[in-house]
């Protein structure tokens, strides 16, 4: 049987299945291989944040969505084209996001009356005629599996197990993927278990042959490779970005990295992508607490290394007394803080941009800190080297803001040329800079405000920094009121006097009258809604922050150009609160806070509104 | 002169050949604890005994946390780091482990190290961070003005505790031991040459030190310690450990018991050859809690010197050692290759 092959210019695809069905390895390899097909790709994982939910329950549902194109893509996608449900669960927790006339690839071995019942389906969906308005593909992919494993030496259990791979083949053949990285990736995962491996691979294959042979499905598709600029390019999520933006930023800086840091969700990669780097002299270090990693990361710095501490809301909280103190103390530090939903511990594996307030306000007395924000996953490695080079030349902590969203998605990433990285190295201070040889470690660069950074070893400028005021220049315990009220205002004019770049705005005509401003994770959305607007025929313009302190020093001005300023902001509307204070601009909040990113065609909806508000 | 002087504890910290004095030591900064405080003896005995270890000063930190000891970094004219309350052994554990060049020492008190920094200070022991930590125990909060601290006995009357408090204190050494520390002692603020003495033990291990300095707060704690202080009874109470020697003071003598125990006797009763011998380096901690735990009731009997003094991996010395081997396995980290690493596609 020839079967029908059609052309499609994108696809959203959304594995679903209980979290002990491996869906985020199903959902990594299909990217592997769409990657690998030279697709432009955006990923959402959404995933509980217990390892293992109670089996079968909505709880428990775990899912990946993958969104490939053949040209260049913003977001994971808003509607998925095609759910595979490995459960009733994953059915009933995922059928909503689902438009009508979709694809649903049901594992009909998993609707048993008491998964059915787990869940409060009266009847079975896939025989009661409920999921008539879509295309559904009924396939008892358990069995299959097991079918395809009988020759090996395998419990019934363990063949299960591979269902997911299975699944995976038959998505691969729908889908015109190359299978070679697959196999080869389950041959090295399970190197000490070969069995196992072949198991998988035969449950791959069985897949793929099942969708070229049965007539459930009786078209396959094709999606071309994306043209995007010429490079070399891989598949990156934000964490591992962001990893590597530090490890860049050392290299860049000459500074060895130490990290001092907590395990914490959805930050946690971040730890452990660094600890597998030693041989760039990274030092990594789990403290036993969130206020010893930062602490331990401002002692390195202090010793003359470039302090890093990773983290989500939680840590950011605990760690606030010590960012106080790389305040005053004016020495290079990073604080990341990959955002998650609180309060609290919230929900620790979804997405939020609720901290934006804590990172530039939460700390006791007037204590400046500049913050970072990036914008996509494979931004996290530019976002980590800008954070870097302001702490080191302004030696100062900086807040390196990144968000659920962006530490687990991924996208392809066209690769820099090391030799194009910016130089952000700094010389320690070696020379007493007072009179008669004497050294003032308060004694400041007349340009940025920095003061030296002399670090033990040093001989000459030992000298002493702390918690408590400082004298202006030497840096000796001072009360006096007037030099307080300099040093505060002079730690604010450091930070406030920080070279940022201008910001930049997206706008094709002349006479726009609405702008759409976003920070941090929401640029994909708003770009991707930006461009739906304008295909038909509206006109809006975008711009967004990556530096939300010191704001860039043409924000008020931009602000004020258009009729009207858009604000998306995945919280309360923290940002807008900020702008209004400051500028004295009546910015229109538009404010989700669901855990999960916006979706492209929602912003599009809420852009045409103001516009038709006009 | 101990046999561990100018040992492996100071071997990689950088030595100087100028003649140091206790002067060179002294930062320009006036002293400003009250007059009478046990500090300024400690301060003393400090700036006096770093002369002899024969570093370059600039390769010397003190960090403190917050609290009347903790202005001591101030008045030593070395590199300091006076932070945050309690926070003082996390911020020198990544000082030490990030920079093995470096003697670095943590000041702290009873309420910095024990109540709100109790987890650092357990952890930094476990780690056996090459960091020397002393501890003022004056068993009393002086920089709030006398509330009751972790180890003030119980039932204290303080100004939060106006009918007593009612928290069984810690006892330092016997909380010490019990996190695996591999050097612990504890010595008195007024006996400058004991003191010095273990100073001088205590920077000849690598690992991390634990130091208990008895230290008298005469505004809202005076004379905690009379008793070690009085000359009538201090000879008397106070057990002198030291190491391959009998644990005795001028009247009593330490025994083992029937079932294994430890008890402290009149020295007249029993003979030499019963008289347990000190022995610090010994693996097992069980004998040197046994001995921490002498002084319930406080003041009967109090052993002073080092309990434990053992051999064990150091923290920054294997954190360098795992560099070394990455990079002997995988060489120098080449940044373009990393970037590369992954499963990588080239477009155009």
Redesign the interface.
């Known amino acids: 049987m020839t079967k029908q092959v059609q052309q499609l210019d994108r696809v959203i695809i959304r594995f679903a299945g209980d979290s002990g069905d491996g869906m985020q390895l199903t959902g990594d390899r299909f990217t592997a291989g769409t990657a690998e097909f030279g697709n432009d790709l955006s990923t959402l994982p959404n995933f509980p944040a217990e390892i293992r939910a109670p089996a079968g329950t909505l709880p428990g549902v775990s899912s990946f969505q993958l969104h490939f194109a053949d040209h260049d893509i913003l977001t994971p996608g808003d509607a998925p084209n095609v759910l595979v449900a490995m459960n009733p669960a994953a059915l009933k927790a995922n059928i909503g996001d689902l438009p009508r006339g979709a694809d649903i690839i049901a594992n009909t071995d998993e609707f048993t009356k008491r998964n059915l019942q787990k869940v409060g389906y009266a009847a079975n969906p896939l025989e009661d005629g409920s999921l008539a308005e879509w295309r559904l593909h009924a396939v008892p992919l358990t069995s299959l599996t097991v079918k395809a494993l009988e020759g090996f030496d395998l419990s019934k259990k363990d063949a299960e197990r591979s269902k997911n791979m299975f699944a995976l083949g038959l998505l691969s053949w729908l889908y015109h993927r190359p299978t070679e990285h697959t196999i080869k990736f389950l041959e090295q995962k399970f190197a000490k278990k070969p069995e196992i491996a072949k198991a998988n691979i035969a449950a791959f294959q069985s897949g793929w042959n099942f969708g070229e042979t049965t007539e459930s499905f009786s078209v396959s598709y094709e999606v071309k490779p994306a043209k995007l600029p010429p490079g070399v390019y891989r598949n990156i999520s934000g964490n591992q970005a962001l990893a590597y933006g530090l490890i860049a930023a050392s290299v860049q800086s000459k500074l060895p990295l130490f990290l001092g840091s907590y395990p914490i969700t959805p930050a946690s990669d971040i730890l452990h992508e660094l600890s597998r780097h030693k041989q760039f002299g990274i030092r990594t270090f789990q403290a036993e607490d969130e206020i010893a990693g930062v602490g331990a990361a401002l002692g390195a710095a202090f010793g003359g290394a470039l302090g890093v501490t990773t983290t989500s809301g939680p840590g950011v909280a605990l760690k606030a007394e010590t960012v106080g103190l790389a305040v005053t103390t004016e020495l290079p530090l990073i604080v990341v803080d990959v955002q998650r939903a609180g309060p609290s511990t919230g929900m620790p594996t979804k997405t939020e941009q609720t901290d934006l307030l804590m990172a530039l306000y939460g700390r006791n007395g007037e204590s400046p800190v500049p913050v970072v924000a990036a914008m996509s996953p494979s931004d996290c490695f530019d976002a980590a080297i800008e954070a870097v080079r302001i702490a080191v030349k302004y030696r100062t902590p900086v807040m390196l803001l990144s968000d659920g969203y962006l530490a687990n998605g991924s996208e392809p990433w066209r690769l820099p040329e090391v030799a194009d990285l910016p130089d952000i190295s700094q010389e320690y201070t070696t020379a007493p800079n007072g009179d008669d040889g004497a050294f003032l470690p308060y004694k400041r660069d007349t340009e940025t405000l920095a003061r030296p950074w002399a670090i033990p070893g040093t001989a000459g400028l030992e000298h002493r920094i702390g918690g408590i005021e400082k004298a202006d220049g030497t840096g000796n315990i001072s009360y006096d009121p007037d030099n307080h009220d300099l040093m505060v205002r002079t730690r604010a004019a450091k930070i406030a006097g920080i070279d940022v770049p201008d910001l930049e705005v997206d706008d094709l005509d002349d006479d726009t009258k609405v702008l759409v401003l976003g920070w941090g994770s929401t640029y994909g959305p708003i770009a991707a809604a930006v461009r739906r607007i304008r295909k038909d025929g509206g006109r809006v313009a975008q711009a967004h922050l990556r530096h939300l302190n010191p704001l860039p020093a043409n924000t008020g001005e931009v602000l004020k150009r258009y009729d009207k300023v858009l604000l998306p902001e995945i919280n309360l509307g923290q940002l807008a609160l900020l702008l209004r204070g400051r500028f004295l601009v009546d910015i229109i909040s538009y404010n989700r806070v669901r855990g999960l990113p916006f979706k492209a065609e929602e912003l599009a909806g809420v852009i045409q509104d103001v516009i038709d508000s006009e | 002169m101990s046999e561990h002087i100018n040992g492996k504890g100071l071997s990689l910290i950088?030595k100087t050949d100028v003649k140091q004095t206790l002067k060179d030591f002294k930062?320009d900064?006036e002293v400003r604890w009250c007059p009478g405080c046990g500090d300024y003896a400690i301060l003393a005995a400090v700036q006096s005994f770093l002369p002899e270890l024969g570093l370059?000063?600039?390769?010397?930190?003190f960090?403190s946390g917050?609290g009347c000891s903790s202005r001591f970094?101030?008045y030593l004219?070395?590199?300091?780091?006076?932070?945050?309350h309690g926070?003082a052994p996390?911020?020198?554990?990544?000082?030490?482990?990030?920079?093995p060049?470096?003697s670095v020492w943590v000041i702290t008190g009873d309420g910095d190290a024990l109540s709100i920094g109790g987890?650092?200070l357990i952890?930094a022991l476990r780690r056996n961070v090459n960091l020397n930590i002393l501890l003022f125990n004056n068993r009393i909060y002086g920089l709030t003005k006398g509330q009751y601290s972790p180890t003030s006995e119980v039932g204290k009357i303080t100004k939060s505790t106006p009918m007593g408090s009612l928290d069984k204190p810690f006892n330092p050494i016997s909380l010490a031991l019990g996190a695996e520390a591999s050097f612990v002692a504890r010595t008195l603020d007024s006996d400058r040459k004991h003191l010095q003495s273990v100073l001088r033990e205590a920077t000849a291990h690598r690992g991390t030190s634990l130091v208990e300095i008895y230290q008298n707060c005469n505004i809202f704690n005076d004379n905690a310690f009379e008793p070690m202080k009085d000359p009538e009874v201090r000879d008397d109470i106070m057990l002198r450990l030291e190491h391959g020697q009998p644990i005795v003071s001028a009247s009593k003598a330490v025994v083992r018991t029937a079932d294994g125990d430890i008890e402290v006797v009149p020295r007249a009763e029993v003979s030499e050859d019963r008289i347990l011998v000190h022995d610090a380096h010994r693996p097992d901690p069980s004998v040197a809690f046994a001995l921490s735990r002498l002084d319930e009731p406080a003041f009967q009997h109090v052993p002073i010197g080092i309990f434990r003094q053992v051999d064990r991996p150091v923290y920054d010395v294997l954190?360098a050692e795992?560099?070394e081997?990455?990079?002997a396995?995988?060489?120098?980290?080449d940044?373009?290759d990393?970037?590369?690493g992954?499963?990588?596609?080239?477009?155009?």
Not at chain 2, 77 to 84: A, L, Q, V
Not at chain 2, 329 to 333: A, F, H, I, S, T
């Open positions: 950088p930062s900064q370059r000063r600039e390769n010397i930190v960090v917050i970094p101030y004219d070395t590199y300091g780091f006076h932070s945050i926070r996390a911020i020198a554990t990544g000082l030490a482990a990030s920079r060049d470096l987890n650092h952890h954190m795992q560099l081997e990455a990079v396995q995988q060489g120098r980290g940044l373009g990393l970037l590369m992954g499963d990588t596609w080239r477009i155009g």
